[in-house]
């Protein structure tokens, strides 16, 4: 009797996870059949599962468009988010060491300072950012795309925490061979770390793909669009056709969806690892 | 050598420095690794510069321009003293901005965090599939919000008859419903408190996750044995006490993320005859003050510093309240 009641609830259990991983599952779902059907399929008054013609072209069509500027923005984005990443990488994981590694009487202080700029969220500070960017002239620049964001007290945070617990074995046989800090973060830290890189960099990455708030402020030239901005003209626009806004959204998720399912363990990892919770 | 850097230096690290450095002090040159301070700062000095230069002086600005009549400049001259700070006060749209934002708190933080920790309970007990429902309520992470306010509002919600919501319903014999402006009933708060639980439910979930797998299985075996039955029971005594560190940071978190929502509000709401006047949160509220037609950068610095402001003093009660750091018992 017992028993029967926890393979009924088990069963239950299994049930409703799988409808709500459907549930889940639907926008994505909305994202491809829209983008793949023609403006007549998706305004039919009867709803179809499939496009009644599944109309490949509108991977192209959006391309060619005029009107959208896909491309450009794909490729702003793109350059926006690799540099972005590679730039908080690289000073956010140089000032963990050197808080983690390199005594300092002063290191408490920095550190208190860097967390508290936590306590601050940047989208509360964009106004007096926007500020600062457009009196140095960077509204609509790549510059004023990328540096202001290249400094995330959270990566920082993170980066921090890892090298407290790094073998100190490891740096210890490098001092011993003869080698500097810098060499020894370079040599030996920096090779014995990728899966926190990794988990830093993907998080990163996927941020600054999808920043919205920042490049709407500062890209304000059609020229310096990201896709985000891209889509979002058009969604608040509603001067577009529906297929293509879905077609060019699914386009804008699909490399990072990949990504994220290539990279799925160390984004977990980081998420982890943030230690916020701890 | 202060407390805070004596933690990131464990048992005699002290003496072996010591040690170390009368070793290698001849011969050493200007970059030896004698330097600490020169090497602390080579390693921290362009981060901490930038982030003082990108977060510390943006702030002092602000709080400098708030002080002024900042119409379109950012190197005023016309001191107004408390003026814009008064005139904010008194905004009817900025206090009610901070009633929305009070009420998308009440329905997104309670939500996200009853929706994440079932997900991250039942995907745990999985013993098959369990890295697939992973991925899947955790895929949505990386997704924009600009990309799920566009499929939210022009086919999931669209107000026409094709909207997904509106065929469903549609089916039971219901009428259209146009859900993004209709204000009685407030259906546009489904539309938006369902994106961003759809987009950072499976984050949260992950974070459960962690916490879950930290419980000792001991307790577990040790409550079995007194008798307390699993399901319900269990949960209540031995889960939901042991996630407590999580959760406070779960609802931090949350709130943190809602105070500075702007994005699915701004994307769904908006359109080509610009923004409703209701279902204004203080970022989208700024925004249009500080960043629209006017450009009044005095009152929108003004906005900011007392946003800052209730942000940092919540942060601090909410931890106190909460008891962030306490040890768990």
Same mark, same amino acid.
């Given at each position: 009797?017992?028993?029967?009641?926890?393979?009924?609830?088990?069963?239950?259990?299994?049930?409703?996870?799988?409808?709500?991983?459907?549930?889940?599952?639907?926008?994505?779902?909305?994202?491809?059949?829209?983008?793949?059907?023609?403006?007549?399929?998706?305004?039919?008054?009867?709803? /179809? $599962?499939? +496009?009644?013609? =599944?109309?490949? !072209?509108? @991977?192209?069509?959006?391309? %060619?468009?005029?009107? *959208?500027?896909?491309?450009?923005?794909?490729?702003?984005?793109?350059?926006?988010?690799?540099?972005?990443?590679?730039?908080?990488?690289?000073?956010?994981?140089?000032?963990?060491?050197?808080?983690?590694?390199?005594?300092?009487?002063?290191?408490?202080?920095?550190?208190?300072?860097?967390?508290?700029?936590?306590?601050?969220?940047?989208?509360? /500070? $964009?106004? +007096?950012?926007? =500020?600062?960017? !457009?009196? @140095?002239?960077?509204?609509? %620049?790549?510059?004023? *795309?990328?540096?202001?964001?290249?400094?995330?007290?959270?990566?920082?945070?993170?980066?921090?925490?890892?090298?407290?617990?790094?073998?100190?074995?490891?740096?210890?046989?490098?001092?011993?061979?003869?080698?500097?800090?810098?060499?020894?973060?370079?040599?030996?830290?920096?090779?014995?770390?990728?899966?926190?890189?990794?988990?830093?960099? /993907?998080?990163?990455?996927?941020?600054?793909?999808?920043?919205? @708030?920042?490049?709407?402020?500062?890209?304000?030239?059609?020229?310096?669009?990201?896709?985000?901005?891209?889509?979002?003209?058009?969604?608040?626009?509603?001067?577009?056709?529906?297929?293509?806004?879905?077609?060019?959204?699914?386009?804008?998720?699909?490399?990072?969806?990949?990504?994220?399912?290539?990279?799925?363990?160390?984004?977990?990892?980081?998420?982890?690892?943030?230690?916020?919770?701890? | 050598?202060?407390?805070?850097?004596?933690?990131?230096?464990?048992?005699?690290?002290?003496?072996?420095?010591?040690?170390?450095?009368?070793?290698?002090?001849?011969?050493?040159?200007?970059?030896?690794?004698?330097?600490?301070?020169?090497?602390?700062?080579?390693?921290?000095?362009?981060?901490?510069?930038?982030?003082?230069?990108?977060?510390?002086?943006?702030?002092?600005?602000?709080?400098?321009?708030?002080?002024?009549?900042?119409?379109?400049?950012?190197?005023?001259?016309?001191?107004?003293?408390?003026?814009?700070?008064?005139?904010?006060?008194?905004?009817?749209?900025?206090?009610?901005?901070?009633?929305?934002?009070?009420?998308?708190?009440?329905?997104?933080?309670?939500?996200?965090?009853?929706?994440?920790?079932?997900?991250?309970?039942?995907?745990?007990?999985?013993?098959?599939?369990?890295?697939?429902?992973?991925?899947?309520?955790?895929?949505?992470?990386?997704?924009?919000?600009?990309?799920?306010?566009?499929?939210?509002?022009?086919?999931?919600?669209?107000?026409?008859?094709?909207?997904?919501?509106?065929?469903?319903?549609?089916?039971?014999?219901?009428?259209?419903?146009?859900?993004?402006?209709?204000?009685?009933?407030?259906?546009?708060?489904?539309?938006?408190?369902?994106?961003?639980?759809?987009?950072?439910?499976?984050?949260?979930?992950?974070?459960?996750?962690?916490?879950?797998?930290?419980?000792?299985?001991?307790?577990?075996?040790?409550?079995?044995?007194?008798?307390?039955?699993?399901?319900?029971?269990?949960?209540?005594?031995?889960?939901?006490?042991?996630?407590?560190?999580?959760?406070?940071?779960?609802?931090?978190?949350?709130?943190?993320?809602?105070?500075?929502?702007?994005?699915?509000?701004?994307?769904?709401?908006?359109?080509?005859?610009?923004?409703?006047?209701?279902?204004?949160?203080?970022?989208?509220?700024?925004?249009?003050?500080?960043?629209?037609?006017?450009?009044?950068?005095?009152?929108?610095?003004?906005?900011?510093?007392?946003?800052?402001?209730?942000?940092?003093?919540?942060?601090?009660?909410?931890?106190?309240?909460?008891?962030?750091?306490?040890?768990?018992?």
């Amino acid at each position: 009797m017992h028993h029967a009641w926890i393979r009924v609830g088990r069963a239950l259990r299994a049930a409703l996870l799988c409808a709500l991983a459907l549930l889940f599952l639907v926008p994505f779902y909305l994202l491809v059949r829209n983008g793949l059907a023609t403006e007549a399929d998706i305004t039919a008054p009867d709803w /179809t $599962f499939f +496009p009644r013609h =599944v109309q490949w !072209s509108n @991977l192209t069509e959006v391309f %060619t468009d005029p009107s *959208l500027p896909l491309g450009h923005a794909l490729l702003n984005s793109t350059l926006i988010a690799l540099s972005t990443t590679l730039g908080t990488v690289l000073l956010a994981s140089l000032a963990g060491y050197g808080l983690a590694r390199i005594p300092y009487r002063g290191a408490g202080v920095v550190f208190s300072a860097i967390l508290g700029t936590l306590m601050v969220p940047a989208a509360v /500070t $964009f106004v +007096p950012s926007f =500020v600062l960017v !457009s009196s @140095l002239g960077w509204i609509s %620049t790549l510059r004023g *795309l990328v540096i202001p964001t290249l400094f995330s007290a959270f990566a920082c945070f993170i980066f921090r925490q890892y090298f407290l617990g790094f073998p100190r074995e490891l740096e210890d046989a490098a001092r011993v061979d003869g080698l500097g800090y810098w060499r020894t973060y370079w040599r030996i830290v920096v090779p014995n770390s990728r899966p926190v890189f990794a988990a830093v960099s /993907t998080i990163v990455f996927i941020g600054a793909w999808n920043a919205f @708030l920042w490049p709407l402020v500062i890209g304000q030239d059609q020229e310096a669009w990201t896709v985000q901005v891209a889509l979002s003209t058009f969604t608040t626009a509603q001067n577009l056709n529906l297929h293509e806004l879905f077609v060019a959204a699914a386009v804008s998720i699909a490399p990072l969806v990949v990504v994220f399912l290539l990279l799925q363990r160390y984004i977990v990892a980081g998420v982890e690892r943030s230690g916020i919770d701890d | 050598m202060t407390a805070p850097t004596a933690e990131a230096l464990p048992d005699g690290q002290g003496a072996r420095g010591a040690a170390e450095r009368r070793r290698r002090t001849p011969g050493a040159g200007f970059f030896g690794p004698q330097r600490r301070s020169l090497w602390f700062w080579i390693f921290v000095g362009p981060f901490a510069l930038g982030l003082a230069l990108f977060t510390y002086v943006p702030l002092a600005w602000s709080v400098y321009l708030s002080f002024f009549d900042a119409h379109n400049t950012v190197t005023p001259t016309d001191f107004v003293g408390l003026g814009n700070y008064t005139s904010m006060l008194t905004d009817g749209a900025f206090l009610s901005s901070l009633g929305t934002f009070a009420l998308f708190t009440l329905f997104i933080v309670p939500a996200t965090y009853a929706l994440s920790l079932a997900l991250a309970v039942m995907v745990n007990r999985l013993r098959v599939a369990q890295a697939f429902f992973r991925s899947v309520f955790f895929l949505p992470t990386a997704c924009s919000y600009v990309v799920a306010a566009l499929i939210w509002k022009l086919s999931l919600f669209s107000g026409v008859r094709f909207g997904l919501a509106n065929t469903v319903l549609g089916w039971f014999g219901a009428d259209q419903t146009a859900w993004l402006s209709t204000t009685h009933p407030p259906w546009y708060w489904l539309v938006i408190v369902t994106v961003r639980l759809w987009l950072q439910a499976g984050f949260y979930m992950i974070l459960f996750l962690a916490g879950l797998q930290r419980i000792s299985p001991q307790l577990y075996e040790a409550a079995a044995v007194d008798g307390a039955r699993p399901g319900w029971q269990t949960f209540r005594h031995i889960t939901f006490p042991q996630l407590r560190a999580t959760s406070v940071a779960v609802v931090l978190l949350l709130v943190i993320n809602a105070f500075q929502a702007f994005d699915e509000f701004y994307n769904l709401l908006s359109d080509a005859r610009g923004y409703p006047p209701y279902a204004r949160p203080p970022l989208v509220y700024l925004y249009y003050t500080a960043l629209g037609r006017e450009q009044n950068l005095g009152l929108g610095s003004a906005g900011a510093v007392i946003l800052a402001l209730i942000i940092a003093v919540a942060t601090v009660v909410q931890a106190r309240w909460l008891g962030l750091g306490r040890k768990e018992d």
